[in-house]
């Protein structure tokens, strides 16, 4: 994990996959992780982020708190949360968190990709 990642935080594996596969076309290196203790593992031990893509409903904890630990890192991290459209009320808890980037599932390729080439390079 030398180079600059686009982390991928889902429990969906075919959203990952999906999200992963469409970044690696855009020239991007991807990290794939399945629940958000995987990833605040590698965030400990020093992982390279140019920006982080993660699902507000984890298996194991929510975005909102992947996104409280990222933020508490010494570099600006962009963050975008996926979220459901079975969940409307989380755009309102990610807002007051202070998550500027929210997407809604069933997502458009083409408003992520724009996000992370305006966050990155």
Same mark, same amino acid.
């Given at each position: %994990?030398?180079?600059? #990642?686009?982390?991928? &935080? ?19 290196? /991807? ?5 958000? #203790?995987?990833?605040?593992? !590698? ?5 390279? %982020?140019?920006?982080? /893509? ?9 975005? /909102?708190?992947?996104?409280?630990? /990222? ?11 996926? &979220?459901?459209?079975?969940?409307? #009320? ?8 202070? $998550?500027? !980037? ?5 997502? &458009?390729?083409?408003?992520? $990709?724009?996000?992370? #080439?305006?966050?990155?390079?």
């Amino acid at each position: %994990m030398g180079r600059d #990642s686009v982390c991928i &935080v889902d429990g969906d594996p075919a959203v990952r996959d999906s999200l992963s596969t469409l970044l690696d076309l855009n020239g991007y290196h /991807v990290e794939t992780f399945s629940t958000g #203790s995987a990833f605040l593992r !590698q965030l400990k031990s020093g992982i390279r %982020m140019q920006c982080v /893509v993660c699902e507000a409903d984890l298996p194991d904890t929510s975005g /909102v708190r992947i996104f409280e630990k /990222v933020q508490a890192l010494p570099d600006s991290i962009p963050f975008a949360l996926l &979220v459901s459209r079975r969940n409307p #009320s989380i755009v309102k808890t990610a807002h007051k968190a202070g $998550i500027e !980037q929210v997407f809604l599932k069933p997502l &458009v390729h083409r408003h992520l $990709i724009e996000f992370i #080439s305006d966050h990155t390079h």
